[in-house]
Each structure stands twice: as C-alpha cells, then as structure tokens.
C-alpha cells in the first residue's frame, strides 16, 4: 500500500493500473470492482457499455491470479 500511495502521488490516475504493473492482480480487480460499484450504486450511472467494459477488465485480471 505504501508504494501505491507513494507512486499515486507523482501520477494520480488509478491505483488499479499501478497494483497491474505491480503484479498484484487482485488488487487491481478489486480496484476495478470498486470503480464499478461506484459508478452503479452511488453515482447511479447504468450506462451498459461503460459498465460491461470496467466488469470485463476486472475478470480479465481475475483470470490472471
């Protein structure tokens, strides 16, 4: 956690990205399932392309663990 935080100081866009280069799929799926859940439950967004995409990246690195 302290290198993502470290590294989310310089570039800010995601800490998914950063637990991906790291190796740490799960915890880049888990960013992603995060994301999701946002978008749905607090933001109301139900936009089916958007959500089918970021629900594709999180299996695609749950296959990877």
């Given amino acids: 956690a302290n290198i993502v935080g470290q590294t ?3 570039n800010p866009h995601g800490d998914a990205a950063i637990y ?3 190796g ?3 915890q880049a799926a888990d960013a992603w399932g995060r994301m999701v859940t946002l978008l749905r439950d607090e933001w ?3 936009d089916c392309v958007t959500m089918q995409t970021a629900e594709e990246e ?3 690195l ?3 663990v």
């Fill in 24 to 26: 740490d799929y799960r």
């Fill in 58 to 60: 999180r299996a695609r």
């Fill in 8 to 10: 989310m100081k310089l």
């Fill in 44 to 46: 109301g967004f139900t």
């Fill in 20 to 22: 991906e280069t790291m």
């Fill in 62 to 64: 749950l296959q990877m």
